[in-house]
């Protein structure tokens, strides 16, 4: 009984752990850049005409999607905390 009671309480401590990790990564850490900073690098790029999107993966980085002035699409995954490619 007190086997099963110990393994109860491990498996809830487990799932309470997932969710509340999963729960941070709906938004970017503390220490992330500012996003204008990410859309500053991003405008730097060569060619760089626009923005189309910006969009926060629960997976922890930034999806940036722009065009060129060539009309090519751009998609690129932006760490939050150093602003760089990934």
Do not use: C
């Given at each position: 009984?007190?086997?099963?009671?110990?393994?109860?309480?491990?498996?809830?401590?487990?799932?309470?752990?997932?969710?509340?990790?999963?729960?941070?990564?709906?938004?970017?850490?503390?220490?992330?850049?500012?996003?204008?900073?990410?859309?500053?690098?991003?405008?730097?790029?060569?060619?760089?005409?626009?923005?189309?999107?910006i969009?926060?993966?629960?997976d922890?980085?930034?999806?940036?999607?722009?065009?060129?002035?060539?009309?090519?699409?751009?998609?690129?995954?932006?760490?939050?905390?150093?602003?760089?490619?990934?």
């Amino acid at each position: 009984m007190l086997h099963k009671a110990a393994s109860t309480t491990i498996l809830l401590l487990a799932l309470t752990a997932a969710a509340g990790a999963q729960e941070r990564s709906k938004y970017p850490p503390d220490n992330a850049l500012k996003l204008s900073q990410i859309v500053t690098t991003v405008e730097k790029r060569p060619d760089f005409r626009y923005i189309h999107s910006i969009d926060w993966n629960d997976d922890g980085y930034y999806e940036v999607t722009y065009y060129t002035t060539d009309k090519a699409k751009v998609e690129i995954n932006y760490n939050p905390v150093t602003g760089q490619p990934q």
